[in-house]
């Protein structure tokens, strides 16, 4: 015998892009999104007897995307799919749960001779901006915001030292000065709103939120002198905790994106034995590339270090 356990459903990657143009001064603002709505309720009857009349379509709720952006500010992001997810669960009555993600673009307006420009705009980055709403019926609305894709690197203080070095499964050097690159990934949990009323009344606080949580990673992320990923992420999560009151948990994941010294031990069959080799540049008129005089690394795709934590409110 088998039963559905769990089941949702819905729309992903459905891009939308909204202008406003009611600026009397000629001034436009755009944004742009790529969304996933995924519904759960009395929906296992479509699983198990073919029974779609209790399926909203997923087409349903692209169109859905579409008309309540047309029909409501869609920044802040984090309103915008609180007014969606809330949507979903008071339209229809066999959906209890709505989930809907937000991931925020970048298009940061042009300045041109010295002036912003009231229509033209750039990519600044690749970092996006995301929100996670979960509406539940008659329970109020959850909100995490985040942060996600920002390509940072240091290339000096950072340092990675102290752990077992006589662990027999350990080989890599102590550092106390290392170059330290990551993706940030990092996400904030706001207390539950009980309705989406209580998301409009607070909505002054995500835009700034998000300012505070990029700024603060980017400022600690600069000014630690990092013992470890896990401990300047430690940091990062401890200053947003303390500058957001609204926020009850951050959390981070962070790649270790490794650049390492062209200096790498090289096993090479010689003659029918292995023999070893620095693969570092001394090969060419004994150029010194190594230690103090490393100038040139070898960037790594993979593999990476993974590090991730939550921290929340005692
Ligand atoms: N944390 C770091 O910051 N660097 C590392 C680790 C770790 O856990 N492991 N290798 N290098």
Redesign the pocket.
């Known amino acids: 015998m088998s039963q559905l356990s769990y089941a949702k459903y819905g729309k992903d990657n459905v891009r939308l892009y909204k202008v406003q143009r009611d600026s009397p001064t000629g001034v436009q603002d755009v944004t742009e999104f790529t969304v996933c709505s995924m519904l759960e309720g009395d929906i296992e009857t479509s699983y198990t007897h073919a029974d779609n009349s209790v399926i909203v379509p997923t087409d349903t709720q692209k169109q859905t995307i579409y008309l309540m952006a047309k029909q409501n500010p869609v920044t802040p992001p984090e309103l915008f799919a609180s007014i969606l997810a809330n949507h979903f669960v008071t339209e229809y009555k066999q959906i209890h749960v709505a989930h809907v993600s937000v991931v925020q673009h970048r298009w940061t307006r042009m300045s041109i001779d010295g002036k912003p420009h009231p229509h033209s705009f750039y990519r600044d980055g690749d970092d996006t901006r995301i929100v996670e709403a979960t509406a539940r019926e008659s329970e109020g609305i959850t909100l995490r915001s985040g942060i996600k894709g920002l390509l940072v690197l240091k290339s000096t203080g950072s340092a ?1 030292y102290g752990y077992d070095t006589s662990d027999k499964y350990t080989i ?1 050097p102590e550092t106390k000065d290392r170059i330290l690159s990551t993706e940030i990934e990092c996400g904030w949990t706001w207390k539950k709103f009980d309705n989406l009323d209580a998301v409009k009344t607070e909505q002054q606080a995500f835009d700034k939120a998000w300012n505070d949580a990029r700024a603060i990673t980017m400022d600690i992320f600069a000014k630690d002198e990092s013992p ?3 401990n300047t992420m430690y940091k990062m999560c401890q200053k947003i905790l303390a500058e957001v009151p609204m926020v009850q948990e951050v959390d981070y994941t962070l790649p ?1 994106k490794h650049y390492f010294e062209i200096s790498e031990l090289e096993y090479v069959m010689v003659l029918g034995n292995f023999a070893n080799f620095y693969e570092d540049l001394s090969w060419f008129e004994g150029i010194t590339n190594t230690g103090k005089d490393a100038e040139v690394y070898a960037p790594q795709t993979d593999p990476n ?1 993974l ?1 991730h934590c939550k921290v929340q409110r005692k």
């Open positions: 990675f890599l470890s990923v896990q270790n270090g590090i």
